[in-house]
């Protein structure tokens, strides 16, 4: 046996003991049958053996980058990352079939969400305007804790985003679309208003969120925590999350690195989880993450250009979209 022979041998065994330590099922106990094919499908099939194509919607409802990739490389890719950012605005359609025929043609379907709330929580009529960074020019300086009190305004406001948002994802689950779920992202970074309480405040936030969707009837929910690689005082436990995610944008970013430090000092901690890279600069290449042993459950640039900077040009899509071991939709 030669020494590559060798080599991949003994890399496709390690990862079939990995899978053996993935979570069994889902985090939520009422999860659809569909979300409940897709994680087994996740963590079977995928998950060690090969790495799912993704991209991002341009901070809304939409597939523009994906139609963009699919001229640059002849296919499109396979987990398109929407963002509920503006889905109470009336400029936009969140009930539109988009998702539906995204899924209907192969694809899979995330959802992000960017939260805007209040910059001043005391403002009934919120004349401030909303906002969801906290270190801007005009923070938003609202409690995630309290918003995840009941009898708060900060809560009768959350609660009736989650309202609208729920009414979104219930229509998606009737229409049989199983969704990989990032909400309250990059918490640990300190930029956005989820971490203004620090972790205790965050968990508390994310259990209230967790919580409230299951008791709306939302179960077609994969649930993804984003780690910021070292910060385990803000995982909000096994029983609560499903994929752990890292937003990667090294310095090195024109040279489709596989992030391998990140990947192997997130399976330490969380052996139990699938990894994934849903924000990233340059794309990992697929020749680079089976080189280093990490291979994300999926990859995906950030839109508003991303996904064509930072050497994804159309060579590379052609070359990345094309590998027998990427997946496509």
Same mark, same amino acid.
């Given at each position: 046996m030669t020494t590559r022979i060798f080599i991949l041998h003994l890399f496709f065994f390690t990862f079939s003991l990995a899978v053996a330590q993935i979570d069994e099922r889902p985090v939520d106990p009422w999860a659809n049958e569909a979300t409940k094919s897709l994680y087994a499908h996740l963590r079977n099939d995928v998950w060690g053996h090969y790495v799912m194509s993704g991209c991002q919607a341009e901070w809304n409802y939409n597939t523009n980058d994906a139609e963009k990739i699919y001229q640059a490389g002849g296919k499109y890719p396979l987990v398109n990352i929407f963002d509920f950012q503006h889905f109470d605005q009336s400029w936009i359609n969140y009930r539109s079939d988009v998702a539906?025929? $995204?899924?209907?043609?192969? %694809?899979?379907?995330? *959802?992000?969400?960017?939260?805007?709330?209040?910059? =001043?929580? +005391?403002?009934?009529?919120?004349?401030?305007?909303?906002?969801?960074?906290?270190?801007?020019?005009?923070?938003?300086?609202?409690?995630?804790?309290?918003?995840?009190?009941?009898?708060?305004?900060?809560?009768?406001?959350?609660?009736?985003?989650?309202?609208?948002?729920?009414?979104?994802?219930?229509?998606?689950?009737?229409?049989?679309?199983?969704?990989?779920?990032?909400?309250?992202?990059?918490?640990?970074?300190?930029?956005? $208003?989820?971490?203004?309480? %620090?972790?205790?405040? *965050?968990?508390?936030?994310?259990?209230?969120?967790? =919580?409230? +969707?299951?008791?709306?009837?939302?179960?077609?929910?994969?649930?993804?925590?984003?780690?910021?690689?070292?910060d385990p005082t803000w995982y909000p436990g096994d029983r609560y999350v499903d994929i752990i995610a890292r937003d990667g944008y090294p310095k090195d970013n024109n040279t489709h690195i596989s992030q391998a430090a990140d990947f192997h000092a997130?399976?330490?901690?969380?052996?139990?989880?699938?990894?994934?890279?849903?924000?990233?600069?340059?794309?990992?290449?697929?020749?680079?993450?089976?080189?280093?042993?990490?291979?994300?459950?999926?990859?995906?640039p950030w839109c508003g250009g991303g996904a064509f900077s930072n050497g994804n040009d159309s060579a590379f899509w052609t070359s990345f979209l094309n590998n027998e071991h990427i997946l496509t939709r």
């Open positions: 539906h025929s $995204w899924h209907m043609a192969g %694809g899979l379907v995330s *959802f992000m969400w960017h939260i805007h709330m209040p910059l =001043n929580a +005391l403002d009934e009529h919120q004349s401030d305007g909303e906002g969801f960074y906290s270190g801007a020019d005009t923070p938003c300086r609202i409690s995630p804790r309290n918003c995840a009190t009941e009898g708060t305004l900060e809560n009768r406001i959350f609660t009736k985003k989650l309202d609208g948002v729920a009414s979104l994802l219930l229509l998606y689950q009737e229409q049989g679309i199983p969704i990989l779920f990032r909400p309250l992202h990059e918490a640990s970074g300190g930029w956005f $208003w989820w971490a203004n309480d %620090g972790a205790e405040g *965050f968990k508390q936030l994310w259990y209230y969120m967790f =919580n409230y +969707l299951a008791d709306k009837g939302v179960h077609n929910l994969l649930w993804i925590w984003t780690s910021e690689v070292n997130l399976r330490k901690a969380y052996p139990n989880k699938m990894l994934c890279l849903p924000e990233c600069n340059s794309v990992p290449s697929w020749e680079n993450m089976q080189r280093d042993g990490a291979l994300w459950l999926y990859v995906a």
